[in-house]
C-alpha cells in the first residue's frame, strides 16, 4: 500500500517499517491520544531532551501519530524502530517533538 509523502511544512516525518514509507502527523488529536497515555506532552520533551526517553514511549508516540495504521502494529513499530536503531529514527523524533514545541508554523 503507497502513501503520500510525509509533508514537513505540516510537521509531518516519514518512519519506515516493513520497507515502506509511513507517515507520521502530530494532529492535534493523536497529540491528546499520546498525552493521554503517556502523561504531559511537555515533560515527555523534557525527558527526550535529557535523554530520558524510553523506548516504549517513543513508539507510542510514533503510533499515536501514524496517519494509517493499517496492517500495521504497535509491536510492528517497535520491530521497525529497533532495525533502524535509536540515531535511524532520530528525525522523526525531532520532528515530532519540535512540532509539540513549535506547533505549526
Known sequence: MSQAAANPWRGEASLNINGQPHVLRPSFAALVAAEDELGPLFALVERAAAGQLRLAELVALFWHCLTNKDGLTRDGVGQAVMAQ??????????????QILQGAG
Open 85 to 98: 536503531g535509536l540515531s535511524g529514527v532520530a528525525p522523526a523524533l525531532k520532528a515530532l517533538l519540535g
